[in-house]
């Protein structure tokens, strides 16, 4: 990727649900099929449609591909989806969820555990799954991870230790969103690449809109085109040079329940993808979409200033009314 140019990641976590299996026991975490593929009515609208779209304009995305799940759909459910990613030449890389693990292990008699944040396990414990997760990564995708997304963006210091410990060379999982909440780390806060643990940290990008609404990640599901490109005029003027977005295996679905019984397309958000696509496109003389996987980490600044985008009230109101509207059902 060429130094001079801002660099955008699409980055999608690649994952089901427990599906209420930890309240009712008729319950079992859900197939991939809805969770990842997204299938509705013969059509996919999960992960196939997101590489449909981006691949319109030449882009590719990065995977964080849940593995734990494995022990409850089929490992061969799994590494079918990781098929579909490298034969598209998109960049599978790590996502793990311990509740998965943790729910095989309540199966075979173990204690109940509902535990999903990685950083509130113990140093020892968060390696020791970081290194299972590795190494069930390898089998399923023929190579080790370069990246790593905790699932709920819960991982700390503490977790990047560990991932360093098993050769993961960079992280996703900070958000300055969620800090204080699911995401447990301690820095200052951070909205630019920067060295932690002797790990690559890419955090979530996020923006100020209102004065009391207080930071919002780049998820495409959430916010709009627009405010998503004065985020990334602000991070350019600032002098950053790299915007992680976040996407998840079902961003293109709404109404999605506990079962995802009732869910469908999410037309509204379908064109907002495909709108970000065609901008992003159109500005390709400086701006440059790529892959965390293959990212050239000798031509990223460190440190790149950690600032916050504020992007005013107007485009922030104007998207809650889109989405207040997306509500309706028949919409």
């Known amino acids: 990727m060429a130094t001079d140019k801002m660099r955008v990641y ?7 649900s427990m599906g209420g299996a930890w309240r009712n026991p008729q319950y079992s975490p859900l197939p991939l099929e809805r969770s990842m593929l997204g299938l509705y009515n013969s059509r996919f609208y999960g ?6 779209i981006l691949e319109e304009h030449g882009f590719r995305a ?7 799940c494995g022990y409850l759909v089929g490992f061969e459910e799994v590494e079918k989806v990781f098929r579909r990613i490298r034969e ?9 969820h311990p509740v998965f693990r943790f729910y095989r292990d309540f199966l075979q008699g173990m204690p109940r555990r509902e535990i999903d944040l990685m950083f509130r396990l113990s140093s020892d414990e968060q390696r020791e799954l970081i290194r299972e997760g590795v190494g069930l990564f390898c089998q399923l995708n023929g190579k080790p991870p370069r990246a790593y997304r905790a699932g709920c963006y819960g991982a700390s210091e503490i977790t990047l230790r560990a991932l360093r410990e098993n050769g993961v060379e960079i992280d996703s999982s900070y958000n300055l969103a969620f800090l204080g909440k699911t995401c447990g780390f301690q820095a200052s806060p951070l909205n630019a690449p920067t060295l932690i643990e002797g790990v690559h940290e890419f955090p979530v990008t996020v923006f100020r809109g209102a004065a009391a609404s207080g930071t919002r990640s780049l998820e495409i599901h959430a916010v709009s085109v627009k405010e998503i490109i004065a985020t990334i005029r602000g991070l350019q003027e600032a002098g950053c040079r790299d915007v992680v977005l976040s996407l998840h295996s079902f961003s293109l679905l709404k109404n999605l329940g506990i079962r995802y019984d009732n869910y469908r397309p999410d037309h509204i958000v379908i064109r907002r993808l495909r709108k970000l696509c065609a901008v992003l496109s159109e500005l390709s003389s400086e701006i440059e979409v790529g892959v965390l996987g293959e990212v050239d980490l000798a031509s990223i600044a ?5 600032v916050v985008p504020f992007v005013g009230w107007l485009q922030p109101g104007m998207r809650t009314m889109v989405q207040l509207v997306n509500r309706i059902p028949w919409v």
């Not at 460190?302 to 950690?306: E, L, T, V």
């Open 302 to 306: 460190f440190p790149q200033p950690q």
């Open 62 to 68: 990065t995977f964080f591909t849940e593995v734990f």
């Open 88 to 96: 598209r030449g998109h960049d599978p890389q790590l996502h793990l």
């Open 47 to 52: 992960i196939p449609l997101l590489m449909d």
């Open 10 to 16: 699409f980055t999608v976590d690649t994952e089901t």
